[in-house]
């Protein structure tokens, strides 16, 4: 009889094993690797529900690899090791494009081999508890514990930094109020690329983090300053979704300079948020709405940031 109940328990553990591997599928997917460009991966997760987390660009330097966002805390390991797999050499840095947990969370994943670069607004908030508001979802709250010491950031920029690896010159490029106030963008002319974390939300309205110095006009201001300073042969790697072409990124700007445009005129009519938020956007912009960012968040981020400097 002992021995039934221990095959029968035998049994129910194994179950219970592959029952909680496929519900870890269905959450986190399988941890994926796409070369978008020469030389340049996508690493994510997907599989299952949808994508979970934002996009590692991992960016092969010859004799070592150059990381922008290290992913969700939990999935880390497996996105190192999946960079591992492409090509056995070191990482030597990892940017953080902001501080949300999607991008700065496997920090301590990759600190035996690589400085964790990030604006200094960056380790500031990484570094003291914290808070996120409306990062999965409208009206979604979360309080962050502070980051222990190996998943801080160790190498800090404050307006940009040059970087050569690999015979690659890398230009760190911190633009202010934007979707953070803590936002790096992270150019390789060699390449033609540029990895620009959330400044662009793919094919929705902007997610401004408004709590953390975000500003409506500062993502403009952002993407302006990329498109001067590139060419139509570059491709602009986002932290979630695929790379956007030169044309992508300008048709994004314009729907931004309009969307802003509409509100502010709005604004000096003399109405409120509620009564803007109301009316709504003209229909042109409708296919941009995101459960993320539906058009009355839009409009309340561009209100509320309207003043900042």
């Known amino acids: 009889m002992m021995k039934w109940f221990v095959r ?7 179950l219970l094993v592959i029952l909680a591997g496929v ?3 269905q959450i986190f997917g399988f941890t994926q690797s796409k070369e978008v460009t020469k030389s340049t991966y996508l690493i994510y997760n997907s599989g299952g529900l949808s994508r979970i987390g934002a996009n590692l660009v991992a960016i092969d330097a010859g004799d070592s690899w ?3 966002d290290t992913h969700l805390g939990p999935l880390a390991k497996s996105a190192f090791k999946k960079i591992k797999s492409i090509k056995d050499a070191p990482v030597r840095y990892a940017f953080n494009s902001h501080w949300h947990p999607d991008h700065s969370g496997g920090n301590a994943a990759f600190t ?17 508890s914290h808070e996120g508001f409306g990062l999965t979802k409208p009206g979604a709250y979360r309080r962050y514990e502070a980051v222990p010491a190996e998943g801080l950031p160790e190498l800090l920029v404050s307006e940009g930094k040059s970087f050569t690896v690999g015979g690659l010159s890398i230009e760190a490029v911190h633009y202010p109020a934007a979707h953070t106030d ?9 390449l033609k690329i540029v990895a620009i974390g959330d400044l662009v939300w793919p094919q929705g309205f902007p997610f401004i983090d408004v709590h953390s110095g975000g500003r409506a006009k500062g ?22 979704g695929e790379p956007y072409s030169a044309d992508q990124l300008r048709k994004y700007l314009g729907m931004i300079e309009e969307t802003v445009g509409h509100v502010e005129s709005r604004i000096s009519a003399g109405k409120s948020l509620k009564e803007i938020q109301a009316e709504g956007l003209p229909d042109k912009w409708s296919a ?8 009355e968040e839009w409009i309340r981020m561009i209100f509320e940031t309207r003043n900042r400097g």
């Not at 604006?119 to 570094?127: F, K």
């Not at 993502?219 to 979630?240: E, I, Q």
């Open 288 to 295: 941009w709405e995101t459960k993320l960012n539906p058009q």
């Open 182 to 190: 803590g936002d790096l963008v992270v150019y390789v002319p060699t």
């Open 219 to 240: 993502v403009a201001d952002a993407l302006r300053d990329m498109l001067a300073r590139t060419d139509d042969s570059y491709l602009y790697v986002m932290g979630h």
């Open 23 to 25: 519900a870890y599928t």
């Open 66 to 68: 150059v990381v922008f």
């Open 112 to 128: 035996d081999e690589a400085e964790i670069v990030a604006h200094e607004n960056v380790r500031q908030i990484l570094a003291r």
């Open 8 to 14: 029968i328990g035998s049994v129910a553990i194994a």
